[in-house]
């Protein structure tokens, strides 16, 4: 395979605006006017994207973009960690934002609606070590396990959040007003779990509404987080009065999240979940099977090439 061939995996997307077949024509229209030459495959469902992704590494190119969400991209970084390190070093991951949620393109910039900027970024190749959150876990069989994230873990609340938000983008369209009706939802919901967390020498036992691990922004709740110094963000949200919840909502929309005297904020290499009763576990946006007991989160450094603006 040649070096400069792209490999590329199309995840579509239903939208009211346009159809999975148009928005591929546009970005294939962009890819042929920069004189990009590639490849690309697409993913029938979730499920085919492990078997694609495996196939574009086993094939042979040397760069792999996904056009897809964070969940796609959580896919492609979990099949990159299963080869060997000197075939992964040779691999450089890009992202066209096309999914329900796009929050780690956008912490590079990376716009939905502006495929032409995104395409010449890419074709620069400039590449950056990027790191991982991995969580370490036991399944209901009693297997050791781990699974990656490039964004956050969410674990509580906010993880049943993201799921609503995944179901209301496809019908409301809009990514603000998903993430608004599902906070509006989550009246409805359970809001706080009962834990026991140890994150450097603090130790936590108590009742907790929501916690987030993030490697990047976490959809807004580790904001100053950033995937390539080493370290794990951390929020701890717990159980605010109703005024203060609004007052809450309003500050995430501002990007103001952590001015919130609910969320205690750390920094730290390694989280462990002792015990989080009954509360959901979601990684990179999409809901996990809980993890069986306690599961540990940490940090891998500059284990991935990630393609990132020129």
């Known amino acids: 395979m040649e070096k400069e061939r792209w490999g590329i995996l199309y995840c579509p997307k239903s939208s009211y605006f346009t159809t999975p077949s148009k928005r591929w024509e546009k970005i294939e229209k962009c890819l042929n006017a920069n004189n990009i030459e590639f490849d690309f495959v697409q ?26 969400g964070d969940s796609a991209l959580n896919d492609a970084v979990n099949c990159l960690m299963q080869v060997d390190k000197p075939v ?27 495929i032409e900027q995104t395409i010449q970024w890419l074709k620069q190749r400039r590449v950056r070590k990027i790191d991982l959150g991995c969580i370490h876990y036991k399944n209901k069989n009693g297997e050791s396990c781990k ?5 956050c873990i969410n674990i509580g609340l906010v993880a049943t959040i993201m799921n609503l938000r995944r179901e209301t983008r496809h019908l409301l369209g809009s990514r603000t007003l998903s993430f608004l ?10 809001l706080e779990y009962k834990m026991h ?38 929020s701890v949200v717990y159980h605010p009065e109703m005024t203060q919840l609004f007052e809450g909502i309003y500050l995430f929309v501002r990007g103001k999240f ?20 009954k509360a959901l576990v979601g990684i990179d946006g999409r809901l996990m099977n809980s993890p069986v007991g306690k599961y540990t989160i940490t940090v891998e450094q500059e284990v991935i090439n990630f393609l990132i603006p020129a």
């Open 88 to 114: 992964r070093d040779e691999i450089a991951l890009g992202v066209i934002p096309n999914g329900v949620m796009n929050d780690f393109a956008l912490y590079w910039e990376f716009k939905e609606n502006d």
């Open 258 to 277: 952590l001015n919130h005297r609910s969320v205690h904020p750390y920094r730290t290499r390694q989280v462990e979940i002792e015990e989080a009763q």
């Open 181 to 190: 009706f599902s906070f509006i939802l989550l009246i409805f919901q359970r």
């Open 147 to 151: 699974r990656y994230f490039l964004n």
């Open 43 to 68: 993913s029938e469902s979730a499920g085919s994207v492990d078997r694609l992704i495996t196939m574009l590494i086993n094939n042979g190119y040397k760069t792999i973009v996904i056009v897809g």
């Open 197 to 234: 967390i140890k994150i450097n020498t603090d130790e936590i036992k108590r009742k907790v509404m929501t916690v987030c691990i993030g490697n990047a922004r976490g959809y807004g709740q580790t904001p100053n987080a950033n995937p390539y110094n080493g370290l794990l963000d951390v």
